[in-house]
């Protein structure tokens, strides 16, 4: 039997030993690109079409276990050697943690962490990733010395980050920050991705109008590149954003053995995508079900009502309309679907509950504010461009109880701790399954029971009515409940008591299970 041997420096990974060695790895690792036939490199057949995962002999070490699989498959024995790899022997107890206070599914992640050098946690929004990090990096730093790099998707959850560390910490350990426009390193540095980018030199050749212009060179910055380049070990928050270029690019740049990520939907169901994220991180190594922690009182139970009624919809588009078009008209600029919207949080605002409302364009963002706050709710709006002071403030009001509702877009979509969120209304029938999911996870912290979420199926055409019923199984597969509600008041007509179903959930529920069998 031939043998090989993968040899794993970091980020990186080589194979020896083995014949023909770049087929292997090729056949092995590399994806087809559902999208080759758009590309002009495959149909002039200078391209085969798959994305390549290996240079030569060199690979992501996160894919050691997919080439390591194959080759045992063929009959070759494999070694694989690691500096930093091995399992830290450190019980996870209140002696160890100190101020930091940890539930089971909590101390297992930690364990899960300590026992293996890399891999993503699929930890659902709620769960405490934050501590779950807090405690990894602490054992880490204090047992081997290790230092650790947080990596978020934006300056503002970065900051918020910050904040949680130090309160965990104390004066115990130095938590740092790199992005918001400070600059301070320590034990644990936090930074978001638009901000880490900078390390590296960059050219390009941007003109007027898109046209190729006079090249331009941009130096890297030092001091990012050192903070890159000098972690010990490597948190990707909200993983499922590795599998984009960009994080892709800090996180193979980070030489850190141990690296984690963590995300409530880590997977796309994308190949490229997915592999480029276990490339970055390793496999999935732990799995807390949101099921799981609504069972024991640690998440608040989503009841999901999907209004799919005709008057909440507006005019049928006709079959030839593009999505991008029946998009516009059927969602952003149609008048019955955002009519429906306000009256949805008018009437959850009328029995005290606190709501978040999420849209995705601006355009659709200015209809919305002009609506909701036409009818009397008091509300707060956040957008891309609003300052950072001032969605600190929008969260500070709606937690405290003045303000009746949140509009915001996709700038919380994810990783913003909002508290007090009791009610969500989805407004903009996104397609991607992952937001969806994402976004009602704004409402399962633990702050109350369980949380009204209000989502819409655009009946106007077949390809807005397709993504809802997806989202809709995105829900059912997380085990959430989900009732249809195909009667809506037409325009002008009182609001009935029993406009959405949660005051009623249990029967509604039954009648839909009833309907299914």
């Known amino acids: 039997m031939s043998a090989a041997k993968i040899t794993i420096h970091g980020a990186w990974a080589a194979l020896e030993g083995v014949a023909a060695a770049d087929s292997e790895l090729h056949a092995a690792l590399s994806v087809l690109d559902p999208r080759r036939f758009f590309k002009r490199a495959f149909r002039e057949r200078r391209w085969d079409g798959r994305v390549r995962f290996h240079s ?41 943690l100190r ?38 990096a602490r054992i880490f730093w204090e047992e081997k010395g290790w230092r650790s790099l947080v990596l978020t998707s934006r300056a503002g959850i970065a900051v918020q980050t910050v904040d949680a560390l130090r309160g965990f910490y104390g004066d115990e350990i130095d938590v740092g920050i790199a992005g918001d426009g400070r600059r ?44 890159v380049e000098s972690a010990d070990v490597l948190f990707v928050d909200e993983a499922h954003h590795a599998s984009s270029e960009t994080w892709y690019e800090i996180a193979m740049a980070c030489p850190a053995v141990r690296r984690y ?43 999901i009502a999907m209004v799919m009624a005709e008057c ?103 990783g913003e701790d909002v508290r007090g969120i009791d009610a969500i209304v989805l407004a903009e029938g996104v397609k991607v399954e992952t937001s969806a999911v994402q976004r009602i996870g704004r409402g399962m912290r633990r702050d109350s029971a369980d949380v009204w979420v209000v989502d819409f199926v655009p009946l106007s055409h077949r390809r807005l009515a397709q993504h809802a ?27 009935p008591h029993d406009l959405l179903p949660f005051e009623r959930w249990d029967d509604a529920a039954r009648d839909r299970r009833s309907a299914a069998s």
């Open 56 to 96: 030569g002999c060199r690979f992501p070490a996160g894919l050691v276990g997919i080439l390591a699989d194959r080759l045992r498959g063929r009959g070759i024995e494999v070694s694989a050697r690691s500096a930093g790899g091995g399992k830290i022997e450190v019980p996870v107890d209140p002696e160890c």
């Open 99 to 136: 101020g930091i206070r940890l539930w089971p599914h909590q101390i297992e992640a930690v364990q899960v962490m300590l026992a293996r050098p890399r891999g993503y946690l699929e930890e659902p929004t709620g769960s405490g990733k934050t501590a779950v990090i807090a405690a990894a």
């Open 184 to 227: 301070e390193d320590g034990v644990v540095t936090v930074s978001n991705a638009q901000t880490l980018m900078r390390f590296r030199p960059r050219t390009s050749q941007r003109g007027k109008r898109g046209k190729r212009g006079k090249q331009q060179h941009t130096s890297g910055d030092p001091h990012l590149r050192e903070l």
């Open 261 to 303: 990520g963590l995300s409530g939907t880590p997977a796309k169901d994308d190949e490229i995508a997915d592999r480029r994220l276990i490339a970055t991180t390793g496999s999935c190594i732990h799995r807390t079900a949101a099921t799981d922690l609504i069972d024991v009182g640690l998440a608040a139970k989503p009841k």
């Open 312 to 414: 909440a919809s507006g005019p049928s588009l006709a079959r030839d309309v593009g999505y991008a078009e029946a998009y516009q008209r059927g969602v952003v600029g149609s008048v019955p679907h955002n009519a429906a919207v306000v009256r949805a949080v008018s009437w959850l605002v009328d029995r005290g509950r606190r709501v978040l409302v999420l849209c995705r364009k601006r355009e659709h963002f200015v209809r919305l504010e002009q609506g909701i706050r036409g009818s009397g709710v008091r509300l707060a709006s956040v957008w891309g461009a609003t300052e950072m002071s001032t969605r600190l403030e929008a969260k500070r009001a709606f937690s405290a109880g003045e303000v009746d509702a949140v509009l915001a877009t996709t700038v919380w979509d994810e």
């Open 469 to 495: 019923m997806q989202r809709c199984q995105a829900y059912e597969n997380r085990g959430y409940e989900v009732v249809v509600v195909d009667r809506w008041p037409t325009a002008g007509a009182e609001t």
